[in-house]
Nanobody, 118 residues
């Protein structure tokens, strides 16, 4: 009952930057946090980062810590993932997801391609 739409993906050279957006609609009051996940071809989906709407608490995977920054604009019901110092290993389909307090991630965006060339 929460709809999520990602935007901002594309092709970038290694060392470059990209910002992803995740616009939420529907029953947004029930969302406790927004998370970003990614999945590369032939690999399992992995957690990237998350942020809580109320307090702005952030969490990052070790692989992106120091390079990626997650943020949110509560007034716009939009989450962001600023990606810097991109590496070819960051190439994947990126998904944003929503969860309620004490619940699993249950609402997912359509996914957006990020390709980092060497």
């Amino acid at each position: 009952q929460v709809q999520l739409v990602e935007s901002g993906g594309g092709l970038v050279q290694a060392g470059g930057s990209l910002r992803l957006s995740c616009a939420a609609s529907g029953r947004t009051f029930s969302s406790y946090a927004i998370g970003w996940f990614r999945q590369a071809p032939g690999k399992e989906r992995e957690f990237v980062a998350a942020i809580t709407w109320r307090n702005g608490s952030t969490y990052y995977a070790d692989s992106v810590k120091g390079r990626f920054t997650i943020s949110r604009d509560n007034a716009k019901n939009t989450g962001y993932l600023q990606m810097s110092s991109l590496k070819p290993e960051d190439t994947a389909v990126y998904y944003c997801a929503s969860r309620g307090a004490g619940r699993n991630y249950e609402y997912w965006g359509q996914g957006i391609q990020v390709t980092v060339s060497s």
